[in-house]
């Protein structure tokens, strides 16, 4: 767990102050193709003479940044939707879980490659595409655990005493499942780091050129003898970042031993 939190602290300082840690632009050549590490390329070049640790550095931020905007769509339209879903129950409510059902039949990431196929290439439809492929199981999970906390005795006496539904949600169903649906958002946001850097590492970003590290991984193999550095390093920060992502959103041994 330390190790976990420690690593990401570092990948999050690392985006922050990127553009402070190196003075080379990350599209642009400032040496031969594949040079090696050494004085003012401590990671040497890749194969079109880029700064690749200055790919690292941007790489970080825009990875880090369009696996929260993917995760943050995942977990609020479908989040949103399992909510309305389990406190309204209705003729949508059935079509959607009928539609919740068909869309789990189909593996995340397979969906998210379908509707980049229907959209298009590039960032913006990678991301959209990752956070509808992963909004389904958030809502799915958050439709379960709203819908048994509906049923409580302190949701039913509130409602007797004649508070409303909306207020009943917001004042006693909401916060009691925002801790348990948040080890699930922390697991959306790993699930969209995966999902970003493999569509990436495909191509489907549309720019090639892109600094962001499933891109660069799929870019680095083209050297993969002759400098395997230029993808042993974003595939171990890819590694590293998700499983990091996945370590921390376990519950812990001390919330198991309380339920």
Known sequence: MRLARLWLGIVVALALVAPLLTQNSPRDPVASALAPPGPGLPLGADALG???????????RLSLGL????AVIAIGAGGAAGFAGALFGSTADRVWLWTTNVLLSIPSLLLAMLLIAAWGPGIPAVVAAVGVGGAPVFSRVT?????????????????????????????????????????????????????????????????????????MLNAGR???????????TPALAISLTILSVHALSRPSETDDSNR
């Open 143 to 215: 439709r379960a655990v709203v819908s048994q906390l509906v049923g409580a005795g302190y949701v039913a006496a509130a409602q007797a005493a004649g508070a409303d539904r909306l207020w009943t949600s917001l004042r006693h169903v909401l916060p009691n499942a925002l801790p348990q649906l948040a080890p699930l958002a922390g697991t959306q946001f790993g699930w969209a780091f995966l999902g970003i850097t493999t569509l990436t590492f495909l191509g489907l970003a549309g720019d090639p050129a892109v600094p962001e590290w499933g891109a």
């Open 50 to 60: 880029r700064d690749f640790l200055a790919r690292m550095l941007f790489g970080t």
């Open 67 to 70: 696996a929260s905007l993917a």
């Open 222 to 232: 083209v050297a993969l003898v002759s400098a395997p550095r230029l993808v042993l």
